[in-house]
């Protein structure tokens, strides 16, 4: 008898583990939007396509934020842009001590770096930080008719 009593609390905490996991993993897909009511990263309205992109960095106060390293910055970037390495070990310090009321463009060679650093810069409270879809790869593409 010994042992139903055992198998039933094993039972028993597996079911309350994935009852635990399932309404975890629903509150934070309900907190998504911060309470500003600016749309998180993961609703894609921070992903700018080329055309937005360049629209977006004409305007005035934008900063245009090269996240490559150092090398890939020389062999080409944006007009205008300031390059902080997303490999430098001060990267995120970096990134604190912008003005958090400017309006940010990020940008990496695909997409990778520049999401990431948007991740972070919203989750410190930069509320206006965007980023080009498909990199600086994507930049160079020559438009299609």
């Not at 998180?40 to 004409?58: H, P």
């Not at 020389?74 to 009321?101: R, V």
Request: proline letters at 3%.
């Amino acid at each position: 008898m010994t042992c139903q009593k055992l198998f039933s609390t094993l039972s028993s905490l597996i079911i309350i583990g994935f009852l635990l996991i399932s309404c975890n993993t629903s509150s934070t897909s309900e907190t998504q939007e911060n309470t500003s009511g600016t749309p998180s990263v993961n609703s894609g309205e921070r992903k700018l396509d080329k055309k937005t992109f360049a629209a977006a960095i004409k305007k005035s106060g934008a900063v245009v934020v090269d996240v490559r390293m150092p090398g890939e910055f020389e062999q080409g970037h944006i007009e205008g842009a300031i390059n902080i390495n997303f490999f430098d070990p001060e990267f995120k310090n970096k990134l604190l001590e912008l003005n958090k009321k400017k309006k940010y463009y990020l940008y990496c060679k695909n997409e990778t770096r520049s999401y990431r650093s948007m991740k972070f810069m919203e989750d410190n409270d930069f509320k206006n930080v965007f980023m080009l879809e498909g990199g600086y790869e994507e930049w160079n593409t020559p438009a299609t008719q």
